[in-house]
């Protein structure tokens, strides 16, 4: 019973002694931390939190925006019949480039032509009859009703062979403007429908670039302005001017519908092709600019850690523009700041930092 209690009472002695220990290597820390922090550091000797920082320089700020954008033909149509018939004739080669006014397919007109020269003969007697009621009108043998009547014929008539004429020129199809015909899907005797599609016509020189820019930036982009890209495939840089705005927002995706023109004539361009257009905006003068990292967005908006005398201060900032790699502060930053860019998530409000200041 004796060595039973003598065990109870080490096991109870020994747990004693972990808890004090414990509790004394706890308060040697904390008397060490509050040492170094009270003494070394807030004098500046001591070690505190390593970061990197930069000074705060004004320079130009050119923004350039990245967009993606589609080339469009300057002019493009499908080719149709108006008229239904046989195709009796092809003038054009797949391919080739075709001046404006050029006949490219010819329809059977016989039947449209018969029916022109029946209207003419028509005519022909209509005239020959209005101009005898007119002189019988002079003399007094016929009212003037008759004539009025012999007249009418006459003016039905010539709208009837007008309508005809009208029906016969539809069956030449001709190029509305000059440009690149693409592959034909017709054959010569082929019966042509006004459905069928002949084949393509585009004019690719120049080129237009469509492209949108945000709602924002809509300000900033007038007539005339530069747009540069590049095209997958092609590694030259093309150039190009905005020629028109559309005149309002598109309230669905809030942004800009923009066309620029941009000449082609060596038709390395081609309709339908992606391109990645950079559009430079305005230049801001002694713009200060700061890393993206170095922003720390809040409830608020967005503060920046800055060093003071060996501390960091968190100061909030209003920002501009933002690129790949920077961000314009538009207020609560001046030359000469350092500004953290590391250790954001560790640091706070007064608490010492060492700085190794980085070229920006």
């Given at each position: 019973m004796k060595l039973k209690y003598v065990i109870y009472t080490l096991i109870v002695l020994g747990l004693a002694y972990l808890i004090y220990y414990r509790i004394s290597a706890n308060k040697k820390l904390e008397g060490e931390g509050a040492g170094g922090r009270g003494g070394k550091d807030m004098k500046g000797g001591g070690k505190g939190l390593q970061v990197e920082g930069i000074v705060v320089k004004s320079s130009d700020f050119t923004n350039n925006l990245d967009l993606s954008g589609t080339l469009e033909a300057n002019e493009s149509v499908a080719l149709r019949s108006e008229v239904s018939g046989l195709v009796t004739s092809i003038n054009f080669k797949e391919g080739a480039n075709v001046?404006?006014?050029?006949?490219?397919?010819?329809?059977?007109?016989?039947?449209?032509?018969?029916?022109?020269?029946?209207?003419?003969?028509?005519?022909?007697?209509?005239?020959?009859?209005?101009?005898?009621?007119?002189?019988?009108?002079?003399?007094?043998?016929?009212?003037?009703?008759?004539?009025?009547?012999?007249?009418?014929?006459?003016?039905?008539?010539?709208?009837?062979?007008?309508?005809?004429?009208?029906?016969?020129?539809?069956?030449?199809?001709?190029?509305?403007?000059?440009?690149?015909?693409?592959?034909?899907?017709?054959?010569?005797?082929?019966?042509?429908?006004?459905?069928?599609?002949?084949?393509?016509?585009?004019?690719?020189?120049?080129?237009?670039?469509?492209?949108?820019?945000?709602?924002?930036?809509?300000?900033?982009?007038?007539?005339?302005?530069?747009?540069?890209?590049?095209?997958?495939?092609?590694?030259?840089?093309?150039?190009?001017?905005?020629?028109?705005?559309?005149?309002?927002?598109?309230?669905?995706?809030?942004?800009?519908?923009?066309?620029?023109?941009?000449?082609?004539?060596?038709?390395?361009?081609?309709?339908?092709?992606?391109?990645?257009?950079?559009?430079?905006?305005?230049?801001?003068?002694?713009?200060?600019?700061?890393?993206?990292?170095?922003?720390?967005?809040?409830?608020?908006?967005?503060?920046?850690?800055?060093?003071?005398?060996?501390?960091?201060q968190q100061v909030p900032v209003e920002a501009g523009t933002r690129t790949a790699e920077s961000i314009v502060i538009t207020s609560g930053l001046k030359v000469g700041d350092t500004v953290l860019t590391t250790g954001a998530m560790a640091l706070k409000a007064d608490a010492p930092v060492k700085v190794t200041v980085v070229k920006n």
């Open positions: 001046t404006k006014g050029t006949l490219l397919v010819k329809i059977n007109d016989r039947d449209i032509q018969a029916q022109l020269q029946d209207a003419l003969t028509k005519q022909q007697l209509a005239a020959t009859n209005e101009n005898r009621s007119k002189q019988l009108l002079e003399k007094g043998a016929i009212s003037q009703e008759e004539y009025d009547t012999s007249l009418a014929a006459l003016q039905s008539l010539k709208a009837q062979s007008q309508l005809i004429r009208a029906q016969l020129a539809k069956t030449s199809i001709y190029a509305p403007f000059s440009g690149k015909i693409g592959l034909r899907s017709i054959s010569t005797g082929e019966y042509l429908t006004s459905s069928t599609s002949i084949a393509n016509l585009a004019s690719i020189n120049p080129l237009k670039v469509s492209f949108s820019v945000p709602e924002k930036y809509a300000g900033q982009i007038g007539l005339n302005s530069e747009v540069s890209f590049t095209t997958d495939g092609v590694t030259k840089t093309f150039i190009g001017r905005v020629f028109a705005i559309e005149p309002g927002i598109n309230t669905q995706t809030r942004t800009l519908q923009i066309k620029a023109l941009v000449p082609n004539p060596k038709n390395e361009l081609l309709p339908g092709s992606f391109a990645k257009i950079k559009l430079s905006l305005n230049t801001a003068k002694d713009a200060i600019l700061i890393p993206n990292e170095a922003i720390i967005p809040v409830l608020e908006g967005k503060t920046v850690f800055i060093s003071k005398n060996g501390k960091a």
